[in-house]
């Protein structure tokens, strides 16, 4: 989970081009009292406050936060800085998506989709997944969010639990495999009840499998039940074959059509990252999902020189080959799981209807300021320019002398 794989996607998307195709912002970094929208208010402090040189000040509070050298959320320089951004983007793509500014807002730096309301869990801190979504209900009745990590979604369904304005759709590999959670029989609770959606697997899955036997067709039912007014779609890539901790067999295209069935359903989505432990297939991931995403998964299989090349060594090339491994997850197996969540979701008695109720404000986000010579009015004018846009100097220019 180490944010320098969002530098080596970022650097793809870069030399790919695909970055010309978009809207790129700079995220605002989320406040506290945004983050308390879901988390507990003495987390939060706890998390804005604790650094690597202050850890003994909080002995206490490790343990009940989960957090530090034992667990597995370190605390590291700059830890709720990082918090912030994600959150922040994550938050801003759903300001977005409300507002009719954009169809579909891509945050590859969230979906960290394990954090509780008073703990951190799995490399997971602030669930910005949890926050995007209620602001998305803010505009929205219901919301559908779907996880494609190899890890149960636990902390998203544990914050829904008990509601019927969001179903939780999660495909991960269940047993002895953190967090333990997500079995098929955990359904929901009270007017929840029906809408925590869990398909649990075993080692080996692959591409045809994945999508056709469960994803597809689940999904499929889920929208004629559910009828969400948006989605969510967690893209976690340690599903995909040769990841560090995952044991799927999923390949770069296997993945991505979970992405493009997802985008052509038509419906403002929230695409967001999540697992991933080895780096050069992370980003390898990420950036051929923005290229579906652009409607381009024609991009050349040689990877772009970047600075960060010598890491796909040493075929250097986008898309990966399944590994020689047996797919413990049987016809029959899969059959019995498709068959069960289908018949739990045609027991749902339709889509749940909403109260009309006065919308929550959106959050705010911070203005430019008014001297910033970069700022541009809608259709893209500077206030002391021509309109001309200017590349970053991080940017790659197509022509080098």
Wanted: hydrophobic share 35%; net charge negative.
């Amino acid at each position: 989970m180490k944010p320098h794989r969002l530098k080596l996607a970022h650097h793809l998307i870069l030399t790919y081009g695909l970055y010309k195709e978009m809207e790129c912002y700079k995220p605002h970094p989320a406040a506290a009292g945004e983050m308390t929208q879901f988390h507990s208010e003495d987390y939060v402090n706890f998390m804005a406050k604790v650094t690597p040189d202050n850890l003994r000040q909080f002995a206490g509070s490790m343990q009940k936060f989960n957090a530090g050298e034992t667990t597995d959320c370190p605390v590291f320089d700059g830890l709720f800085e990082f918090t912030q951004l994600y959150t922040g983007a994550s938050l801003d793509g759903a300001i977005q998506l409300c507002q009719g500014q954009t169809d579909i807002a891509v945050n590859w730096s969230g979906g960290l989709h394990h954090a509780k309301k008073g703990e951190a869990s799995g490399f997971c801190y602030i669930n910005d997944i949890v926050l995007a979504i209620l602001e998305l209900l803010k505009v929205h009745p219901r919301v559908l969010y779907i996880d494609i990590d190899v890890h149960h979604g636990d902390g998203v369904e544990e914050a829904f639990y008990t509601t019927d304005r969001v179903m939780t759709f999660s495909i991960h590999k269940y047993g002895d495999f953190f967090p333990g959670t997500g079995h098929i029989s955990d359904v929901g609770a009270k007017d929840g009840t029906g809408f925590s959606v869990n398909a649990p697997l075993s080692n080996g899955i692959t591409d045809d499998t994945y999508f056709r036997d469960l994803f597809q067709p689940v999904l499929e039912k889920i929208m004629q039940v559910f009828q969400p007014g948006a989605i969510v779609l967690q893209c976690g890539a340690d599903s995909l074959t040769g990841d560090r901790l995952g044991c799927f067999n999923l390949t770069l295209k296997g993945h991505a059509e979970c992405v493009k069935y997802v985008k052509n359903l038509g419906l403002p989505t929230l695409v967001l990252g999540g697992g991933g432990y080895t780096i050069r297939n992370v980003a390898r991931c990420w950036a051929y999902e923005t290229a579906v995403l652009l409607d381009r998964p024609d991009i050349p299989n040689e990877i772009p020189y970047n600075d960060y090349y010598e890491y796909y060594a040493p075929d250097f090339e986008l898309h990966l080959n399944p590994e020689p491994m047996e797919n413990l997850n049987s016809p029959d197996m899969l059959s019995a799981i498709r068959i069960e969540l289908l018949e739990q979701l045609q027991n749902l008695q339709g889509a749940p209807s909403v109260a009309m109720q006065e919308v929550p404000p959106a959050f705010e986000r911070p203005e430019a300021p008014e001297d910033d010579p970069d700022v541009r009015d809608a259709v893209g004018k500077t206030k002391n320019g021509d309109g001309t846009r200017r590349q970053h100097g991080s940017e790659l220019y197509d022509h080098v002398d």
